[in-house]
């Protein structure tokens, strides 16, 4: 187990090491100069040369990125162009709301996708089935903005439970943590679905049934416990979906997390915080994977020990 | 009904300045304001979008001000202020006993260290170079000195300025937010983060600054001005999307819309009674145009620039962004000092343009590219400018791009023969024609990485310019003003530009906040608001 955990975690140190190179050349190959956004429209010539000069951005790119590798060993993300503030600390003070959307919203598609699916598939080829499966078709196709103004529209302006926007309590939560949970519970509800469908019909379901097991014990013990493996994977990769729904979401609700910081930071060419951010999604994403690995490993010892 | 706006804009501001900023208003209560983005930073020298500007300017204050809601200039920190015969020298009585918000009294060496602070490239001011006409410019800007050899302390409350050449706009430079004054110590105190920690000397000071969050302005209790501010606190509530903040302010959530009202809700508000008396309308020192680049064949053909002028429908494009502009005809907004209200411009005749054409050996058209902002409605105006061109036999492709882009490609010579400039460009910094005209049209602005995306350069109209801006005696100043009407007269008849509108500003405000005029709502200098003279009606 433990060369289990070494083996991936250091996969984890390859791959994001693979994003920053990617990152970093994409910064560049944008085709805007930031030190002309620094500088301003009165700046003169020589101004935007003097503040390109100060960022380093005269070298050549591969020393660039060799002073920003460097930089990043100690935790130094570098200072933000257009906030003039650390990028770790304008990162760091976010963190902790996304993270909370993120637990909102793995909580709430889960609450809506795993009853919704086993539902449909102790029900399989019945109206009920049908029904959850569009409904779910409908959650997972519908954009996550529309969703976001739809909900905030009722439930927040027209029947006044939930504050408007914002961020503190849980009240601020409900909103945006359904409006990112809808998507994945659309989806959890099908996958759900098709594994309980798959499980239900073996062998051992059969056995367990004959036996005399009554059918809410068939179903969430003997089923539900051999489908959800796949499910505890989706989990993991669903960590990484979240962040990019985040930067909708949190744009929406005016929730302050790195979602909303990214926005701003691609509107205004804020290199620094876009390098800080793609990174911080990337270890989020990586990390999601490798929990997910290790959660498998856990309930399945096929996994772990090949 | 331009006329009319101004009109009533003026009046409103003559009422304002009739001695309407009494002391009858009791001065407690707060305000919210929403804004979607960050607040960038509140350092006076570096600050320099529409959301810090003017909240810069409530907690910093500088020499020169304007009275609310006008563009009239008045004395600020400086009691007074003479300028010499020849237009070198100022000299700047200060204002005793005005205190930092840290206590410490203010003096004359802070003046001289807020001006070598910003034009010293280690501060990457983007306003530095505002102020190249200061004797010692060169070396402080080149860093080979630190000290402007120009600005003299005569004694802690009397300072001069010498200035290389007679600068006439000089004082509304040194009105501009990089002019104004910080304290030394909390510059040194808190180095590249003193624009989270702002110390200055304004009717505000920072009290809260929550990232991403809310930014919390509380009352200078010690502030020189008896009757100001007239709020307890202002507070920012930031990562408010526009369309939710108006929700918010239509259920008394907040008071003020920094963003201002979103485009897509925009005709529901004004149709709205209740709604619309709470949104006050006034000009701005905006124009948008399109640059037709004067070194791109054929735009090099100024009766091709000339027909190109002709083709465009106009109110078409007003209609378009649902009436929130009034059609333009020349390059100076009607706000703007020197506007020349006898002009009427190049008018929308196709059949005209096509004869100019046709003049010009191209009967049977050409083909350009049309650079815009990629978002919307720029893409919209984009379109109906491609639209009134193919009307006349000029196949337009359009490239709408991430601005950065666009204004890269824009200071690129021969990059970009057209671009339309909505949303990048050209919003005046102060209220005088010179803005208009030496970053955007001069010949020094024809550079790689300048905002003369035309490339015009007319030396004879540059040297007119040149003379305007000489005249520094306030006695020539209407003279003056009239040189810069026949500048701008020049550079239409040379027409590197088809001016296609003037934006309109639209401030939607609660019933809890007003001010002794609405004009402080549509102030020139203050986006949104001038927040030092607001009221609170429910703290009467």
Not at chain 1, 36 to 64: C, K, N, W, Y
Not at chain 2, 195 to 223: C, H, I, M, S
Request: with cysteine; charged share 15%; glycine share 10%.
């Amino acid at each position: 187990m433990i060369r289990f955990l070494a083996r991936r975690l250091a996969q984890a140190v390859v791959i994001l090491l693979g994003v920053t190179v990617v990152t970093f050349a994409l910064a560049f190959l944008i085709p805007a100069d930031p030190a002309r956004m620094i500088a301003g429209r009165a700046a003169t010539v020589e101004t935007v040369a003097s503040i390109r000069h100060q960022l380093g951005l005269d070298q050549p790119i591969p020393v660039q990125y060799a002073r920003y590798l460097g930089r990043l060993a100690q935790g130094d993300l570098g200072r933000s162009y257009a906030q003039k503030t650390e990028v770790v600390e304008l990162i760091g003070s976010r963190l902790p709301a996304t993270l909370l959307l993120l637990a909102g919203a793995i909580f709430c598609e889960l609450a809506i996708g795993l009853p919704a699916g086993i539902f449909a598939a102790t029900r399989r080829g019945r109206f009920a089935d049908r029904a959850v499966m569009t409904l779910s078709f409908v959650g997972v196709s519908a954009p996550q903005f529309v969703v976001g103004l739809l909900l905030l529209y009722v439930f927040a302006y027209l029947l006044g439970l939930f504050p408007l926007s914002g961020y503190g309590g849980l009240e601020h939560l409900v909103l945006p943590a359904l409006t990112l949970g809808l998507a994945g519970g659309g989806f959890y509800s099908r996958m759900t679905r098709a594994s309980m469908v798959g499980v239900l019909g073996q062998d051992y379901i059969r056995t367990a049934r004959a036996k005399g097991v009554a059918e809410t014990g068939v179903v969430l013990r003997h089923g539900l416990r051999n489908a959800i493996l796949p499910i505890v994977a989706m989990i993991g990769i669903d960590i990484g979906l979240f962040m990019s729904g985040a930067v909708v979401v949190e744009s929406v609700f005016g929730w302050p997390g790195i979602g909303q910081l990214a926005w701003q930071a691609i509107q205004r060419v804020d290199i620094p915080i876009m390098m800080g951010v793609t990174l911080t999604a990337a270890t989020a994403i990586v990390l999601g994977n490798v929990i997910a690995d290790l959660a498998t490993a856990l309930i399945d010892p096929r996994i772990r020990l090949n | 009904m331009t006329t009319r706006t101004l009109l009533r804009a003026a009046l409103l501001a003559g009422a304002a300045l009739i001695g309407a900023f009494g002391t009858d208003v009791r001065a407690a209560g707060s305000m919210i304001v929403t804004y979607q983005s960050d607040v960038a930073t509140l350092d006076p020298a570096v600050g320099y979008d529409w959301q810090n500007w003017s909240m810069i300017k409530s907690l910093f204050d500088g020499l020169i001000d304007y009275a609310p809601g006008t563009t009239e200039i008045v004395p600020d920190l400086a009691e007074s202020y003479e300028i010499s015969a020849d237009g070198l020298t100022y000299t700047f009585k200060l204002r005793q006993g005005v205190t930092f918000h840290n206590g410490r009294e203010m003096t004359a060496e802070d003046v001289k260290y807020s001006l070598e602070r910003t034009i010293n490239p280690a501060t990457q001011s983007p306003g530095a170079s505002y102020y190249d006409t200061i004797k010692g410019y060169e070396d402080v800007a080149s860093g080979a000195s630190t000290t402007l050899a120009g600005v003299t302390v005569v004694d802690p409350h009397t300072l001069t300025i010498e200035l290389n050449r007679p600068d006439a706009p000089f004082l509304h430079k040194l009105a501009l937010n990089f002019a104004f004054v910080v304290a030394k110590e909390a510059v040194e105190e808190h180095g590249a983060d003193f624009g989270k920690n702002p110390v200055g000397t304004g009717a505000f000071k920072l009290a809260e600054w929550t990232l991403g969050q809310r930014v919390v302005f509380a009352r200078n209790a010690d502030y020189y001005i008896a009757d100001r501010p007239k709020l307890d606190e202002v507070v920012f509530e930031i990562g408010q999307d526009p369309s939710v903040a108006l929700l918010r302010l239509e259920r008394g959530e907040v008071d003020l819309l920094g963003d201002g009202i979103p485009p897509a809700r925009f005709v529901d508000v004004m149709g709205n009674a209740d709604l619309a008396k709470q949104v006050v309308q006034g000009g701005q020192l905006h124009t948008g145009y399109v640059t037709l680049n004067t070194r791109v064949a054929p735009l090099d053909n100024v009766a091709v620039r000339q027909a190109l002028n002709h083709a465009i429908n106009k109110d078409r494009i007003v209609q378009i962004i649902n009436g929130r502009a009034v059609p333009a005809n020349q390059a100076l907004p009607p706000a703007m000092p020197a506007y020349n209200t006898a002009e009427t411009g190049y008018a929308y005749d196709p059949e005209k343009a096509k004869a100019l054409l046709a003049e010009a050996g191209l009967a049977d058209g050409f083909s350009t590219e049309l650079y815009a902002m990629n978002t919307d409605p720029n893409p919209r105006i984009a379109q109906a400018i491609q639209q009134d061109l193919a009307a006349i036999g000029v196949t337009v492709e359009i490239k709408a791009l991430d601005p950065s882009v666009v204004i890269e490609a824009g200071g690129t010579e021969g990059a970009a023969p057209m671009i339309w400039s909505g949303g990048m460009a050209w919003i005046a910094d102060f209220p005088d024609p010179s803005n208009f005209y030496w970053a955007i049209l001069g010949c020094g602005a024809a550079a790689p990485g300048g905002w003369n995306w035309s490339w015009y350069c007319n030396q004879d109209v540059d040297a007119l310019a040149g003379q305007a801006d000489a005249m520094t005696d306030p006695a020539q100043a209407q003279a003056r003003l009239d040189a810069w009407t026949r500048v701008f007269s020049k550079v239409l008849a040379d027409a590197p530009w088809i001016p296609i509108f003037n934006e309109e500003r639209f401030t939607m405000h609660s019933t809890r906040i007003a001010g002794d005029s609405d004009a402080i709502f549509v102030d020139p200098v203050h986006i949104p608001v001038h927040y030092d003279v607001v009221f609170a009606t429910d703290a009467q």
